[in-house]
């Protein structure tokens, strides 16, 4: 992985930041809750600090979660956070090739994670190797993040477009979400169900809890820019102009969220 991304990942802010993110109850109500069955094994792949999988899991006391994620940290605070009150269960893996045997789990979910994978394929058919005949399993990804800005301005929309070219080297996907479709096919998936929603909007100027969130996201970020346009004081003055941006009353800024989610042939 590149080490700046590297970076990025094992912050213990950055984790953080994701768990403020999101309301796991609503999510899980929203995605999984119709998908779930009594005494299901549930695997969340790239699981984060776990508050979703916990959510999932306090709907049914049956219910046995699994999370992995490739951060020896993250792994560490969740287990530490979740794992003594519920049936939860952390493990550190890589998602291209888990060390769970065929046919384990029930439903087997990925949020946020295709984005960062450089083997988009071959991660997707490993969650579906892992899922039991039957089972579900749900990818959900961004596209379009940090790029549809009106009305422009050339010189944010040149940096940030430069570093989206650095990063893909990596294998990071700023355009993935639309891509989901596509490999849940390619990994045999079947009753393929896919749905497409607004996820980042902020029209005019951004409220004030939301730019702290963006930020501590730049701030943590600013080692990949760095690396990206080669100066770390560019970098610094190029995040701000993107603060100052958002902080505009004229402006507006979107992306969407895909979510796929299909059955494993019996």
């Not at 050339?154 to 430069?162: F, I, L, M, S």
């Not at 990596?170 to 849940?184: C, E, H, M, Q, Y």
């Amino acid at each position: 992985m590149n080490t700046a991304v590297a970076y990025i990942m094992e912050d213990p802010r950055e984790a953080m930041r994701l768990e403020l993110k999101v309301d796991p109850e609503a999510w899980v109500g929203k995605y999984l809750a119709c998908r779930l069955k009594p005494r299901a094994e549930v695997l969340s792949v790239g699981c984060g600090p776990g508050v979703i999988l916990r959510q999932l899991c306090a709907i049914d006391p049956s219910i046995r979660g699994t999370g992995i994620d490739i951060s020896a940290e993250r792994v560490k605070d969740a287990a530490h956070k979740h794992g003594a009150n519920v049936p939860l269960k952390f493990v550190r893996g890589d998602a291209h090739a888990m060390q769970f045997p065929s046919d384990s789990f029930d439903l087997v979910y990925a949020r946020m994670l295709f984005e960062y994978l450089h083997d988009k394929e071959r991660a997707a058919a490993e969650m579906v190797r892992v899922c039991r005949p039957g089972g579900t399993v749900l990818f959900q990804d961004l596209d379009g993040q940090l790029l549809w800005n009106y009305p422009e301005d050339p010189a944010v929309q040149r940096t940030v477009e430069k570093v989206v070219a650095g990063l893909a080297k990596t294998g990071f996907d700023p355009f993935v979400g639309r891509k989901l479709f596509s490999l849940a096919q390619k990994a045999g998936l079947n009753n393929i169900e896919v749905q497409a929603e607004c996820y980042h909007l902020i029209v005019g100027e951004i409220d004030p809890t939301i730019l702290k969130r963006w930020e501590l996201k730049l701030e943590i970020a600013i080692p990949m820019i760095s690396q990206t346009l080669g100066d770390e004081r560019a970098a610094k003055q190029q995040a701000q102009r993107f603060l100052e941006y958002l902080r505009r009353p004229d402006t507006l800024t979107y992306s969407n969220v895909f979510t796929v989610a299909g059955q494993k042939p019996l």
